[in-house]
């Protein structure tokens, strides 16, 4: 039976609270932009920074990056990846890049996004902000923005579910 761990309300508080955080540690606005992992890291991304418009006044670039060529296990997972498009509206070099993914949980798919926007340009840094951190780092990668950690054991999934996808806003733990 899936447990609900976040609703639609705490979904868009922990997006608001990451939207101001976000802007502080930046001192705004100025050379940033947003990068969503393909899929669910996408529409967060879109939101946190509709957040930074309505809070700061100003928009912000919405890119969406497709990791599925950098992944490392590529030549061990037995279906072909699905390829989606990366789409990033500026020039990344020299450029603050705020990474937004749904889950954090081993770290691989964050390396793969790095490598991915290393071949887009070279960034001033790259910061990570996640809406769960779930916790099973299989690489030294720490998220900088958190909507909520999550311990969970290895025999659970955390779903992040969206409205853009066509289901309600929630995030739920389910085991395997």
Do not use: W
């Not at 050379?31 to 912000?60: F, Y």
């Not at 299989?138 to 992040?160: C, F, H, R």
């Amino acid at each position: 039976m899936p447990k609900e761990l976040m609703n639609k309300k705490d979904i868009d508080r922990a997006l608001m609270r990451m939207a101001h955080e976000i802007i502080e540690k930046n001192k705004g606005t100025e050379k940033l932009c947003l990068v969503g992992i393909q899929r669910g890291g996408v529409h967060l991304a879109k939101r946190l920074a509709s957040k930074i418009k309505q809070i700061e006044k100003k928009s912000i670039p919405v890119g969406l990056l497709d990791i599925a060529l950098y992944r490392d296990d590529l030549n061990i997972r037995k279906e072909q990846p699905v390829v989606r498009r990366t789409e990033v509206p500026c020039e990344i070099t020299d450029l603050k890049i705020i990474l937004v993914d749904d889950v954090l949980f081993t770290g691989r798919s964050i390396r793969a996004a790095m490598d991915a926007l290393m071949d887009l340009g070279r960034p001033a840094c790259i910061q990570l902000a996640v809406l769960i951190d779930r916790g099973h780092r299989e690489l030294p990668i720490k998220a900088d923005y958190v909507g909520k950690n999550m311990p969970t054991a290895l025999s659970e999934t955390v779903q992040v579910q969206l409205k853009e996808e066509g289901s309600e806003d929630r995030v739920i733990l389910e085991k395997k």
